[in-house]
């Protein structure tokens, strides 16, 4: 309980996470050319929170990705996902 405690407080990820399985999934999504500044904490007991950011080619396909990150991470036990999808003609920073 107190190394569950101190792993929360320190927003650390959860042991049973694997943060290059999560980057793998997402970067296999069809559509998904880079993943980057991928987070994965746990906000309180059983509930596991990621955020990061994806470059999608085709803005068309943004529903789908983010509808398949979200099951995907699912599948994962992460249950608050926050995901930033970026053209794949904008610079990690937002410069074009």
Do not use: F, K, Y
Not at 2 to 30: F, K, N, Y
Not at 58 to 76: C, I, S, Y
């Amino acid at each position: 309980m107190a190394r569950d405690s101190v792993e929360i407080l320190l927003e650390a990820t959860p042991r049973q996470i694997s943060l290059s399985e999560v980057e793998r999934r997402i970067a296999g999504i069809p559509g998904v050319s880079d993943v980057h500044d991928l987070h994965v904490w746990t906000l309180t007991s059983g509930v596991v929170a990621m955020s990061g950011h994806a470059v999608v080619g085709d803005p068309g396909a943004n529903q789908r990705v983010l509808e398949t990150v979200q099951g995907q991470m699912a599948d994962l036990g992460i249950n608050h996902v926050t995901m930033q999808l970026e053209r794949d003609d904008t610079c990690a920073n937002g410069e074009q």
